[in-house]
């Protein structure tokens, strides 16, 4: 074998060795490439699976968002419903109202209209003899809870006190009057009007010096209220020249309650 033969059997060995560490090398590359498209694979299943969870989960939330809406539909129809009840009760409760104001007024009026009334009446017996009835003039007993009774004789120029002082005088005896009832017959209702009744003051009273005042008041319940008290205050002055006795006195001194 001459150098040539030698140089080329030496190159020969060379190429071979070189393709075959390039194939060697393919080979391992293919295995990878093939190792990278099966992970790919994995991944995009991975990925497709991920995909149709989530539509998944969108598809419930759709649902469950028209549910919700379904549910906000019926409650608002049902708040609607509630207000229009609310309304009427409303205005049921209302004309109730003007119904009950309406009825207590009749009520008060009827009661007023049916309970006792007093009034203070003079009965006259003989020429000078005057009797002080208290009459109740009312459809219904009345309780007296006391009577107070006073005498003055100022002079003819003077009045009474513009606000008269009541003692609280209970009557010793209870005593109800019926209806349209006189009591006539208690101690201080009559008077005398003679030089009998005021001796020494008797030719004053009738030659018009001085003035004989009677006055008082009568307390009384009613049997619609008997915590209530009513008052009917009196007061009179003797008239000599008609020989009777006549309404007068401040204002305060003749009231009905």
């Known amino acids: 074998m001459n150098g040539f033969e030698t140089v080329m059997t030496g190159l020969t060995a060379i190429y071979v060795g070189?393709?075959?560490?390039?194939?060697?090398?393919s080979h391992k590359t293919l295995k990878a490439i093939e190792?990278?498209?099966?992970?790919?694979?994995?991944?995009?299943t991975i990925a497709q699976d991920s995909v149709e969870a989530l539509n998944n989960q969108v598809?419930?939330?759709?649902?469950?968002?028209?549910?919700?809406?379904?549910?906000?539909?019926?409650?608002?129809?049902?708040?609607?419903?509630?207000?229009?009840?609310?309304?009427?009760?409303k205005q049921s409760l209302q004309f109730s109202e003007v119904t009950?104001?309406?009825a207590l007024i009749n009520a008060m009026a009827i009661i007023k209209s049916d309970r006792a009334q007093i009034v203070c009446k003079w009965r006259?017996?003989?020429?000078?003899?005057?009797?002080?009835?208290?009459?109740?003039?009312?459809?219904?007993?009345?309780?007296?809870v006391d009577v107070d009774i006073h005498?003055?004789?100022?002079?003819?120029?003077?009045?009474?006190p513009e606000v008269p002082r009541y003692l609280d005088q209970r009557v010793l005896q209870a005593r109800i009057l019926c209806a349209e009832e006189k009591w006539c017959d208690?101690?201080?209702?009559?008077?005398?009007?003679?030089?009998?009744?005021?001796?020494?003051?008797?030719?004053?009273?009738?030659?018009?010096?001085?003035?004989?005042?009677?006055?008082?008041?009568?307390?009384?319940?009613?049997?619609?209220?008997?915590d209530e008290i009513h008052e009917t205050r009196f007061c009179f002055f003797y008239e000599s020249r008609i020989n009777s006795f006549i309404v007068g006195g401040p204002a305060g001194y003749t009231q009905y309650t």
């Open 151 to 160: 005498t003055t004789t100022p002079p003819i120029t003077e009045s009474l």
């Open 100 to 102: 009950a104001n309406a």
């Open 59 to 89: 598809r419930e939330m759709q649902s469950a968002r028209a549910q919700t809406q379904d549910l906000i539909g019926q409650a608002s129809r049902q708040a609607e419903g509630l207000y229009s009840v609310v309304g009427a009760i």
């Open 186 to 226: 208690a101690v201080g209702f009559t008077v005398e009007m003679s030089a009998n009744g005021f001796p020494t003051l008797w030719d004053n009273i009738a030659h018009q010096k001085i003035r004989c005042w009677i006055w008082g008041r009568v307390r009384y319940k009613d049997i619609f209220n008997t």
């Open 18 to 25: 070189v393709t075959g560490w390039y194939a060697v090398i």
């Open 124 to 144: 006259k017996i003989g020429d000078s003899i005057f009797n002080l009835c208290i009459e109740n003039c009312g459809k219904t007993p009345a309780p007296i």
């Open 35 to 44: 190792g990278q498209g099966e992970s790919g694979a994995k991944q995009l």
